[in-house]
Every structure is written in structure tokens, then in C-alpha cells.
């Protein structure tokens, strides 16, 4: 048996395309959830699916074929599985960094100038204000950097509480229904959520949201919409697959077989 981890899983499920996951039967929770978007709600059915039987996993997916989308210092590699949880790999403070998006659109060339610049700069050394200041001076076309937009750290070993069943059934319960009250709490933020609930990641890109005609400023619905996906649907999305994990594979455990017909690769380090 093999170790994948909560990180890797998720990538698998991003690699498949909206309309294979769609097809995926199965609900997402025992109660009705209604903040997530389309895709949120398949890739939490596809972690579902590839927790409870991966071979039926399988039929909906095609192997990981991975390429540079330009978006990273580092660029991506094929994800790997391990021997278990132990790996040092998996507990090590490798962190990648999001090139910001004026550099991306310029193509290839261009990240390749800001990537070899990085290292030059030894930029993973500075502080976070020192890194855009320096970022800015060079590139002086990016404009604003969000400072939240830096960095991409590697989740490796999920950490969290170590919930009971029940106890994980309770928090859930709880997260939606304190966001429900907050949904109710006044007409506007009803209104406002009852439009942008499903489209909370507007908020972390750095250009203006399109066509708001909400009576609040571009920067007030960003703020609204960051603490909705911090403070409920993120959390909730990580208590759902905690959930999916402990009732259907508590160890994360997979046949290499599996893993191998999933592309992903063995760990060097743990299964050299």
C-alpha cells in the first residue's frame, strides 16, 4: 500500500474537466450546501469518489500530463505518493511563489526572465513588502501585488484537529449555520451573498470586480466576499474532505497499481 496525500488528491481531482465530474453521482454533504460554485461542488464529489472507490474513480479520469502553466517561480512537477505519512518530504518548508499575472500574460519568455531574476535576487530570503518593493522596481508594469497573491506553500501533511465523527458532523453543522445567520443578517449583505456567494475567489484577484452594482465599493465587496470564502467555505471544504477521509479511507491508503494508473509518481526519497 502507498500514502497519498490531501494536496496531491486535490490536484488529481482539478485535473478533470467539469462535465466527466458532473457525472460523478452523489451529493456532497447530508444537508444542502449552496455556496459553492459548479466546480467547487464536483471537485468535492470527485474527492468523494476517489476516497470511497478509487476504481470507479478511475472511469472518469484520465492520468495527470503535466505541464508549466506559467504561473509559479518553480514549475509544476508530476505529484508524487509515498511509503506513509512519515515521509520528510512531506513535512519540509518547500514553498513556491505565484509570478504575478502582468508577468504571465507577457508568455513564456518573459516568465523565464522574472524566474531566473528570483533566484538571482534570492527573493525566498526577503521579507514579503521588500520582495513586491523589488518585484515593482524591476517590473515596473505589474502595478499592485496583492500581498496574499505571493505565496503558494506546500500543504504536504494536512494538519488538523483530530475529530470524531460526530464531533466533525457538529462543526460542519455549526459553520453553516453561522453562515446562514450571517447570510440573514441584513438585507444588503442577503442580497450581495445571494449573488456573489458561488464567486468568493473575485476577491483575491488584483483587477476590479465587473459589473458591481451592489451600492459598496469594489475594495468593501472584496473584503465581504475574502472573510465568506476565510471564515465558511474554505473551512467547510476542508471538513468535508476530512469527513470523506475518515468514512471511507482513514489512512489514505491506495494500491500502487492505483497511484501509477492515476500518473502519479513514487517519492524518491521514501520509495527509492
Request: with cysteine.
Amino acid at each position: 500500500m502507498a500514502y497519498l496525500t490531501i494536496s496531491n488528491s486535490k490536484k488529481i481531482v482539478q485535473k478533470i474537466d467539469l462535465n466527466s465530474l458532473e457525472q460523478i453521482a452523489g451529493e456532497i454533504y447530508e444537508k444542502d450546501i449552496h455556496f459553492f460554485n459548479r466546480r467547487e461542488r464536483a471537485n468535492l464529489i470527485g474527492i468523494k469518489q476517489l476516497f470511497e472507490d478509487p476504481e470507479k474513480f478511475l472511469e472518469f479520469y484520465k492520468p495527470i500530463v503535466t505541464i508549466d502553466t506559467l504561473q509559479f517561480v518553480f514549475p509544476e512537477t508530476v505529484p508524487a505518493f509515498h511509503r506513509d505519512n512519515k515521509c520528510e518530504r512531506l513535512n519540509s518548508n518547500f514553498k513556491n511563489y505565484l509570478i504575478p499575472v502582468p508577468i504571465q500574460e507577457k508568455g513564456l519568455q518573459e516568465v523565464q526572465v522574472f524566474r531566473a531574476w528570483f533566484k538571482e535576487m534570492k527573493c525566498a530570503e526577503m521579507e514579503v513588502k521588500q520582495y513586491i518593493e523589488s518585484v515593482q522596481r524591476k517590473f515596473i508594469y505589474v502595478g499592485e501585488i496583492n500581498e496574499k497573491s505571493i505565496e503558494h506553500k506546500n500543504s504536504g501533511v494536512s494538519s488538523m484537529d483530530n475529530y470524531s465523527m460526530e464531533k466533525l458532523i457538529l462543526k460542519i453543522d455549526s459553520l453553516l449555520e453561522e453562515f446562514n445567520r450571517y447570510f440573514h443578517s441584513n438585507p444588503i449583505i442577503r442580497d450581495i451573498l445571494y449573488r456573489y456567494q458561488k464567486w468568493t475567489f473575485l476577491a483575491f484577484r488584483d483587477k476590479p470586480i465587473e459589473n458591481n452594482f451592489t451600492g459598496i465599493s469594489d475594495s468593501q465587496l472584496k473584503d465581504l466576499l475574502r472573510l465568506v470564502e476565510e471564515k465558511w467555505k474554505r473551512p467547510v471544504k476542508d471538513l468535508l474532505i476530512e469527513y470523506y477521509r475518515i468514512k471511507f479511507n482513514p489512512d489514505l491508503e491506495f494500491t500502487g497499481q492505483i497511484l501509477g494508473k492515476l500518473g502519479l509518481r513514487a517519492c524518491s526519497k521514501c520509495l527509492n
